[in-house]
């Protein structure tokens, strides 16, 4: 609760600073339906007016960080950052399930439309390529298939019949 309260007064205060200063360096505040824009050549931040959260995008590197309400509840839950590999050539988009400080999945985008994403997924601290399809998806663990279900739009590792994140 007390670490719901503390992230809400940050994103608020983030909001509040990043509004005044992007004010007096040129971004400009746009509404779109239930959202709100703040823009300046390459960079722009949207947020819905009434949940909590924000999407942060560069035009060079398309989505450079995000924080959203995942299921609706009022408290910003999953956390979403990219980064940029330049020695392969490739963007990273990592995701944190339940802002726990363990990022869970990574989606791995090669520059300039060569070649399809891949996706791995955090098992035990390493990071396994996710492989199948649908209901089949599964990551290889010392030659062991093991498999992966999605619930309620997070991926996780199914073992024992127990999911581990």
Not at 109 to 136: D, I, Q, V
Not at 142 to 160: A, D, M, W, Y
């Amino acid at each position: 609760m007390v670490k719901n309260v503390i992230i809400a007064l940050l994103m608020v205060t983030l909001s509040a600073v990043l509004s005044l200063q992007w004010y007096k360096e040129g971004f400009v505040f746009s509404g779109i339906g239930d959202y709100r824009q703040f823009d300046q050549e390459n960079y722009w931040l949207v947020a819905h007016k009434d949940k909590p959260g924000f999407a942060f995008f560069s035009s060079q590197s398309k989505l450079v960080a995000q924080l959203s309400d995942s299921n609706g509840d009022g408290v910003v839950d999953l956390l979403i950052y990219s980064t940029i590999d330049e020695e392969r050539n490739q963007r990273i988009e990592y995701e944190d399930y339940g802002m726990d400080g363990e990022m869970d999945l990574r989606t791995i985008y090669p520059e300039g439309r060569n070649g399809n994403s891949s996706y791995e997924l955090a098992y035990l601290g390493t990071w396994y390529k996710l492989e199948g399809k649908g209901p089949n998806l599964h990551i290889k663990v010392g030659g062991q298939s093991i498999p992966v279900v999605n619930e309620e739009g997070f991926l996780s590792v199914k073992t024992h019949n127990k999911a581990l994140k």
